[in-house]
């Protein structure tokens, strides 16, 4: 039963560029959620997606971010036009429809920006 | 809004000590609490939850009770290993339906 998969695991992108991460959440699990660590700081919630629906982004930036769960294929978080202050390590979390007080993490994305 | 505050580290011990880290909150209505542990480039995994008060908690030695009159969910093993050297996370989760962190608490076990 595989889990929560996230890719890449590393990432680097040069300031202005753009950043894409991939979420696959666990098998039977229809809400995923996105949070970001900053170094030496805990998670802190961005987005909460269900397929096809944006159901709370109280946690996202304004500009530049956005997410998407499409009906087929994994969750991804955009980033455009990185920035330093963007370099983070970027979890996944996913969780059975009817429990969704129980998230389940991926390993991460950590993502650099030079 | 909600909040967790929990026990600054980091916290070293020696193999086979008691160990507490503290976490309080503060929440409307009736949260689930829960304990994560983060090892070294992993993700968060699941370490115990409780959903209501009086709750315990508990998984591989580890325990945590749910004290709502003091709303609090310290984190408690009576003996340590080296393997359980991790970053520690008490969050919750109240009906906007997102994990809320403290800001995560370092362990370190010296054989």
């Known amino acids: 039963n595989a889990g929560v998969m996230q890719n890449p695991r590393h990432l680097v992108r040069r300031r202005g560029q753009e950043a894409r991460l991939r979420c696959s959440p666990m098998k039977g699990h229809s809400h995923v959620y996105w949070y970001r660590q900053l170094p030496e700081e805990g998670l802190k919630f961005m987005v909460y997606?269900?397929?096809?629906?944006?159901?709370?982004e109280s946690g996202m930036p304004k500009e530049r971010f956005s997410a998407e769960f499409p009906k087929e294929g994994p969750s991804i978080l955009r980033i455009q036009q990185v920035v330093r202050g963007d370099s983070a390590a970027y979890f996944c979390?996913?969780?059975?429809?009817?429990?969704?007080?129980?998230?389940?993490f991926g390993p991460g994305t950590r993502l650099t920006v030079t | 809004g909600n909040s967790v505050t929990q026990m600054e580290g980091p916290v070293t011990l020696s193999e086979e000590a008691f160990l507490t880290i503290n976490c309080t909150y503060t929440?409307?209505?009736?949260?689930?609490l829960f304990w994560y542990v983060q090892y070294p480039g992993e993700g968060l995994q699941l370490l115990l939850k409780a959903t209501k008060a009086d709750d315990k908690g508990s998984n591989k030695g580890f325990e945590a009770t749910y004290r709502k009159e003091t709303t609090s969910f310290h984190l408690e093993k009576g003996s340590v290993q080296v393997s359980d050297s991790a970053v520690y996370f008490c969050?919750?989760?109240?009906?906007?339906?997102?994990?809320?962190f403290g800001s995560g608490t370092q362990l370190t076990v010296l054989p």
């Open positions: 979390a996913s969780s059975p429809g009817d429990r969704y007080y129980e998230q389940y």
């Open positions: 969050a919750l989760s109240g009906s906007a339906r997102q994990l809320t």
């Open positions: 929440a409307t209505g009736y949260p689930s």
């Open positions: 997606l269900q397929k096809e629906n944006i159901i709370d």
